[in-house]
């Protein structure tokens, strides 16, 4: 018998994390904001990501990443 084992790369959340160098996000989304995430920074996380996000290009990739850092209590600047 034999598998496959495929390895994926970690969650958006994990990334915008890192980015920001923040611990964690707010713990009230839509109450509180975390802090912010500019463009540029959405756009290298969407780079580093492409390949796992269900998105043809880089620019639904950052709409994706957004999506997530607006659902982290991050507010997402332009």
């Given at each position: ?45 969407a780079k580093k990501k492409m390949k796992d996000l269900n998105a043809d290009t ?21």
């Amino acid at each position: 018998k034999s598998f496959s084992f495929e390895l994926k790369m970690p969650p958006v959340s994990y990334f915008i994390k890192q980015e920001l160098k923040i611990k964690s996000g707010s713990n009230k989304p839509g109450h509180e904001v975390a802090g912010s995430i500019s463009q540029v920074q959405l756009k290298t996380i969407a780079k580093k990501k492409m390949k796992d996000l269900n998105a043809d290009t880089i620019e639904a990739a950052m709409l994706q990443v957004a999506g997530s850092a607006r659902s982290m209590g991050l507010e997402v600047e332009g």
